[in-house]
């Protein structure tokens, strides 16, 4: 937490260090008045993390792996002429690590550690040891709650998002195989508050056609869109072909019938109940207040049969408009449909085989490209029957090595991680979108707004890992009641317990010691999602959550505005900020220079850069540090990934 | 050391204020880096071919409803059609142009603006279709263009003496191409949210103008290092902001951007949401001088339940849209000011079974008004059911020549992206003329 009790009296003397530079502390300071104790705070829920560790026993294979795959692409470099980058300096390194697996810069001390450690393997023991921390998991949410257009609110009307959220991070945790993840995702039917996991399809809740192009998007790599319409401009797609595969999922309902006969009784059952209510609450005038009961109770995805026809205005030859449509997968092999199956479950078993073409291959590309910045194949989402990877035995190799692991994504990252060519320098020259890029090394990266917002929490917060967003079965439990039964009594006791869990005092029990000047001081994965547009993380480009992988690392003014003056900046220059108390510690300016390159950039400051510093400190003496620091974090140097 | 609690006085500023235009950040050391001095240089543009008309507008506030406007219950109700379903035409204060039911406002000034309800465009996808809309070009893997707003910039050039930016956009969605492959002098600035204007532009009360100018310097000897290191576009881009950010921290202007200067009841008729607000702000800008600002608006996207949700989203575009233009009117700013608002396409004219509209490319409207654009009138009609253009098509291209065109903006310039390829404002565009008069 940002340090509750200030530092001990034998560093009193120094806690004036930085005031000149600091703002007014803030934060809540003991009043002399004597107060009747306060009521004790509401408990705190909290979710269990389990972490799935990676194998010890597999470290050889990884090792191999990563040589081989080293092997093809320095052929490449020969064939090329490519002279690839040099090796990054254990420094580089141990910031790079820290970001591309856990999503923030290391701490000093983490940095201090490697920079001493001398093993021999102290870059494949540090790859293992992050991996296996929660927040590998919450990094990797955060990019696939870019791609799958995760919202806290809600789902789909009056169904929170948090549920299905909290789902896709658990499958992270416990590195769920990717393909029984997209498995269960596509197939999951039931009550959306029992099965989370029809949290996948309720996204695009009505939008049966969009769900398919979506989905053949995310997992396959493809676009099938623009054949939604008129058969495909710069594809082979044609529109009968867009429909013939849509129609597998055509069937999906999402809601029940608030009228079903069987389950209700014939009356509508959302009506009956508002009209109950109305007795019980004076207040309540028959409108939504109770909606997210009423309706989030009947949120469900059910297969009905239903058969795709083609549209009224279908214009090609091949097929007759408003005739019916017979599903076919887009690749083959073609899988068979038996009598009694589910066309929904045929398709997604379909696509996350291990014999589909594109679902290894696009998974295994995905992931090479968060590693290397650049995919093997760009984009990653808009792959075509014509198109070449830089490198196609290495582009083939990779996606064998993804069925070899049986879909283990933690696995393979670990061996991208510990290839030579990930643990080269950033290239020094710009890449141009469009022109090859053969691999001397992973390409420079503006730090993504979560890693940005991390690093941040990291520079000033003493345990940023303790803090947990509120489960979702705080609320789920008092959501999730079958209408079929349940009392109207029983709703409105419910509803007000829903209010008295989620309002402020609840928060602020849970929040109290993570807040500074109003901002939730905990790491992007814990935050709400996404955030409101003027917030920092949105500032840096977090993704709106409205399209697949919306997220920007575009520089703009408002950013540059947020680092000058932002609360955040000027927070981690508040006495009760780990990187004050950090400076604090050490003893000679020497020393505190150390701690204040090592936080911020991960290395020591160069002869040139102790000089300037040092100087600055001689003239500014106590301001000259703030000065120092907030420079450092102002520099690109810290907001790009080398 | 310096006395921190002087406050920051005329002098100190004066003195910031020359500090900053000194460029420093990056800026100077790279003067000799083709990157910003091929574009300092940029204005006048160079005309390469075909006469230019002179411009009936100097500025635009461009109105973009996403997630795709339903065009039969909006701007193309015409009253007859099986597939009005749950919209009926009103009249309007302009003889012969009826609007949908939801949107009585802007039928009382319908006078002041034109519609087209011959658009049309191919893709049906979100991104797709805006992406198109804001360049007028199909969105690429190899290359990003420029918005509207940023080719303005490029192709007037940059303003020297300016403190507030020409180039903003309010509400804006995550995949906005600001200035795409132009230099980042013309990426739009973006605000989040409009009650919040521009923020983080005060300094903390602790620091003096001195002390702020310490740091800036520090951070400029800190970065020397690694800007030399990596060379690259989006590394420099950040130069650019710093320069832009500090100019703006010391403006004179930047009540601007504050919706507190403006009274409630005045704040109040454009509508209390994002929207209103937004158009509010814009107006606020435009009375700046500023050239280019879009405000967007979302919740289009009605696939279910149409009838239940239109309600409030077309009754806030009303509401906003027309104090919008009485305020331009009433404040002499509409004769010069052009007002558009478009979508990225339009909706199916068949009501699907969630009681929705689907994404419907065939068709679909735009509206313009101010800077040269006639009044009452409507440019191009769709058939019966509302399904494609029957008669005057107009492209998106053509649309974005249309704004293009009343800007006096070169049509047939030809700027090339670093990679040597073409561009031009409107692509293969052809201005609606006739909207002007």
């Known amino acids: 937490m940002f340090r509750t009790a200030c530092l001990t009296l034998k560093f009193a003397a120094l806690c004036g260090l930085l005031l000149i530079a600091t703002p007014s502390p803030s934060l809540a300071q003991k009043s002399g008045k004597k107060?009747?104790?306060?009521?004790?705070?509401?408990?705190?829920?909290?979710?269990?993390?389990?972490?799935?560790?990676?194998?010890?026993?597999?470290?050889?294979?990884?090792?191999?792996?990563?040589?081989?795959?080293?092997?093809?692409?320095?052929?490449?470099?020969?064939?090329?002429?490519?002279?690839?980058?040099?090796?990054?300096?254990?420094?580089?390194?141990?910031?790079?690590?820290?970001?591309?697996?856990?999503?923030?810069?290391?701490?000093?001390?983490?940095?201090?550690?490697?920079?001493?450690?001398?093993?021999?393997?102290?870059?494949?023991?540090?790859?293992?040891?992050?991996?296996?921390?929660?927040?590998?998991?919450?990094?990797?949410?955060?990019?696939?709650?870019?791609v799958l257009r995760l919202r806290d609110r809600e789902v789909t009307n009056n169904a929170p998002g948090k549920v299905y959220n909290e789902w896709v991070k658990e499958s992270l945790e416990k590195n769920v195989p990717y393909d029984q993840w997209v498995l269960e995702m596509l197939t999951a039917e039931g009550k959306y508050l029992d099965k989370p996991a029809t949290g996948y399809l309720l996204r695009d809740s009505g939008m049966p056609l969009d769900s398919m192009n979506n989905t053949v998007r995310i997992f396959l790599g493809t676009?099938?869109?623009?054949?939604?319409?008129?058969?495909?401009?710069?594809?082979?797609?044609?529109?009968?072909?867009?429909?013939?595969?849509?129609?597998?999922?055509?069937?999906?309902?999402?809601?029940?019938?608030?009228?079903?006969?069987?389950?209700?009784g014939g009356q509508n059952v959302v009506n009956k109940f508002r009209e109950e209510l109305k007795k019980i609450d004076e207040k309540y005038d028959g409108g939504g207040k109770y909606n997210r009961f009423l309706i989030g109770n009947l949120v469900e995805v059910s297969d009905t049969g239903r058969k795709l026809i083609l549209p009224d205005d279908y214009q090609y030859d091949d097929a007759k408009p408003k005739s019916a449509v017979n599903p076919r997968t887009i690749f083959d092999p073609q899988p068979q449909i038996s009598p009694g199956d589910t066309p929904r479950v045929v398709f997604a078993k379909w696509l996350t085989?291990?014999?589909?073409?594109?679902?290894a291959k696009t998974i295994a590309n995905r992931m090479w490209k968060r590693l290397f910045g650049i995919g093997q194949i760009e984009p990653v989402d808009d792959m075509m029957d014509e198109t070449v990877a830089e490198n196609p035995e290495l582009m083939n190799y990779l996606t064998s090595e993804m069925v070899r692991l049986k879909f283990d994504v933690k696995e393979y990252l670990r061996i991208l991680l510990n290839t030579e060519a990930y643990q080269r320098q950033a290239t020094f020259a710009e890449v141009i979108p469009g022109e090859e890029y053969h691999f001397p090394g992973p390409i420079l990266r503006r730090m993504s707004a979560e890693q940005v917002w991390d690093s941040f929490i990291t520079l000033a917060v003493y345990d940023p890992e303790q803090y947990q967003a509120e489960p979702a079965r705080v609320q789920t439990e008092l959501l999730n009641v079958d209408l079929a039964k349940i009392s109207p009594e029983e709703i409105f006791k419910r509803d007000e317990e829903l209010r008295e869990v989620t309002n402020s005092k609840h928060r602020d029990a849970r929040n109290k010691n993570y807040t500074y000047q109003g901002v939730l001081l905990a790491r992007a994965a814990e935050q709400p999602a996404p955030m409101p547009a003027s917030h920092f993380l949105r500032q840096?480009?977090?993704?709106?959550?409205?399209?697949?992988?919306?997220?920007?690392?575009?520089?703009?003014?408002?950013?540059?505005?947020?680092?000058?003056?932002?609360?955040?900046?000027?927070?981690i220059l508040h006495p009760k900020s780990l990187m004050y108390s950090n400076v604090v510690l050490a003893k000679t300016p020497a020393e505190r220079l150390d701690v204040i390159f090592l936080s911020i950039l991960s290395r020591k400051p160069t002869a040139e850069e102790k000089e300037i510093a040092m100087e600055e400190i001689e003239q500014h003496k106590e301001a000259g540090y703030g000065n120092v620091i907030w420079s450092l974090v102002n520099t690109r140097e810290f907001l790009f990934v080398q | 050391m310096f006395d921190f609690t002087q406050k920051f006085d005329d002098l100190s500023r004066r003195s910031f204020m020359e500090y900053a235009a000194k460029s420093l950040l990056g800026v100077t050391a790279l003067s000799a880096a083709p990157l910003f001095a091929a574009d300092a240089k940029a204005a006048p543009a160079k005309k390469k071919a075909g006469p230019v008309t002179p411009a009936t507008a100097d500025r635009v506030i461009y109105l973009f409803m996403t997630g795709a406007m339903s065009h039969l219950d909006t701007?193309?109700?015409?009253?007859?059609?099986?597939?009005?379903?749950?919209?009926?035409?009103?009249?309007?204060?302009?003889?012969?142009?009826?609007?949908?039911?939801?949107?009585?406002?802007?039928?009382?000034?319908?006078?002041?603006?034109?519609?087209?309800?011959?658009?049309?465009?191919?893709?049906?996808?979100?991104?797709?279709?805006?992406?198109?809309?804001?360049?007028?070009?199909?969105?690429?893997?190899?290359?990003?263009?420029?918005?509207?707003?940023?080719?303005?910039?490029?192709?007037?050039?940059?303003?020297?003496?300016?403190?507030?930016?020409?180039?903003?956009?309010?509400?804006?969605d995550n995949r906005h191409p600001g200035a795409g492959f132009l230099e980042p002098i013309y990426t739009p600035i973006p605000i989040g949210d409009p009650n919040a204007g521009l923020q983080n532009t005060k300094q903390p009360e602790y620091l003096t103008g001195g002390s702020f100018r310490t740091r800036l310097d520090l951070i400029d000897k800190f970065d020397t290092g690694f800007r030399k290191k990596?060379?690259?576009?989006?590394?420099?881009?950040?130069?650019?902001?710093?320069?832009?950010?500090?100019?703006?921290?010391?403006?004179?202007?930047?009540?601007?951007?504050?919706?507190?200067?403006?009274?409630?009841?005045?704040?109040?008729?454009?509508?209390?949401?994002?929207?209103?607000?937004?158009?509010?702000?814009?107006?606020?800008?435009?009375?700046?001088?500023?050239?280019?600002?879009?405000?967007?608006?979302?919740?289009?996207?009605?696939?279910?339940?149409?009838?239940?949700?239109?309600?409030?989203?077309?009754?806030?575009?009303?509401?906003?849209?027309?104090?919008?233009?009485?305020?331009?009117?009433?404040?002499?700013?509409?004769?010069?000011?052009?007002?558009?608002?478009?979508?990225?396409?339009?909706?199916?004219?068949?009501?699907?079974?969630?009681?929705?509209?689907?994404?419907?490319?065939?068709?679909?409207?735009?509206?313009?008004?101010?800077?040269?654009?006639?009044?009452?009138?409507?440019?191009?009609?769709?058939?019966?059911?509302?399904?494609?253009?029957?008669?005057?098509?107009?492209?998106?291209?053509?649309?974005?020549?249309?704004?293009?065109?009343?800007?006096?903006?070169?049509?047939?310039?030809?700027?090339?992206?670093r990679s040597g390829r073409p561009f031009k404002v409107a692509h293969d565009g052809k201005p609606v003329t006739k909207l002007f008069g």
């Open chain 1, 223 to 264: 676009q099938i869109g623009c054949a939604q319409c008129h058969d495909h401009p710069f594809d082979k797609w044609r529109r009968k072909e867009f429909y013939e595969v849509a129609s597998y999922m055509y069937g999906t309902s999402y809601r029940m019938n608030a009228g079903d006969k069987q389950k209700f």
């Open chain 2, 230 to 417: 990596y060379p690259q576009k989006q590394v420099e881009a950040y130069s650019e902001f710093y320069k832009q950010a500090t100019a703006l921290m010391q403006s004179e202007d930047l009540k601007a951007f504050d919706l507190n200067e403006e009274k409630k009841e005045e704040r109040e008729k454009y509508g209390m949401d994002r929207f209103g607000q937004g158009c509010m702000l814009a107006r606020r800008l435009i009375e700046n001088d500023v050239k280019f600002v879009e405000v967007t608006f979302g919740n289009w996207d009605m696939h279910t339940d149409i009838y239940d949700k239109i309600g409030d989203t077309a009754g806030n575009m009303d509401r906003a849209v027309a104090a919008l233009l009485e305020d331009l009117k009433t404040r002499g700013l509409l004769k010069r000011t052009m007002v558009v608002l478009v979508s990225e396409f339009g909706r199916t004219p068949k009501i699907n079974q969630n009681d929705g509209r689907d994404h419907h490319p065939g068709v679909f409207c735009g509206l313009m008004a101010g800077g040269g654009i006639r009044g009452g009138m409507v440019w191009g009609t769709s058939d019966k059911d509302g399904h494609s253009p029957d008669k005057d098509a107009v492209t998106v291209a053509d649309f974005n020549a249309t704004i293009a065109h009343g800007l006096g903006l070169p049509l047939d310039e030809e700027v090339f992206s």
């Open chain 1, 35 to 146: 107060k009747p104790p306060p009521p004790p705070p509401p408990p705190v829920p909290v979710r269990r993390i389990v972490v799935d560790k990676v194998n010890p026993e597999e470290t050889t294979r990884a090792v191999a792996s990563a040589k081989l795959i080293d092997r093809m692409i320095n052929q490449n470099y020969t064939k090329y002429k490519v002279k690839p980058n040099e090796m990054t300096t254990d420094e580089q390194f141990v910031r790079r690590a820290y970001l591309d697996i856990t999503g923030t810069i290391p701490t000093f001390k983490q940095a201090r550690a490697f920079a001493i450690n001398k093993g021999s393997d102290k870059r494949q023991r540090l790859i293992d040891t992050l991996l296996n921390t929660p927040e590998a998991s919450g990094h990797l949410y955060n990019y696939w709650a870019d």
């Open chain 2, 75 to 172: 701007f193309d109700c015409v009253g007859g059609r099986a597939n009005e379903a749950g919209t009926k035409p009103i009249s309007t204060k302009a003889s012969g142009l009826t609007l949908g039911s939801w949107l009585p406002n802007l039928a009382k000034v319908a006078d002041q603006f034109s519609i087209v309800r011959s658009l049309h465009t191919e893709t049906a996808d979100h991104e797709k279709g805006r992406y198109l809309m804001r360049t007028s070009y199909p969105e690429i893997a190899s290359i990003r263009h420029p918005g509207m707003g940023s080719w303005v910039m490029r192709l007037q050039g940059v303003r020297a003496g300016r403190s507030l930016p020409d180039n903003v956009v309010i509400n804006g």
């Open chain 1, 540 to 571: 840096f480009g977090q993704s709106d959550r409205e399209s697949i992988e919306a997220s920007t690392t575009d520089g703009s003014v408002p950013q540059v505005l947020q680092m000058f003056n932002g609360t955040i900046t000027h927070m």
């Open chain 1, 353 to 359: 085989s291990p014999q589909n073409p594109r679902f």
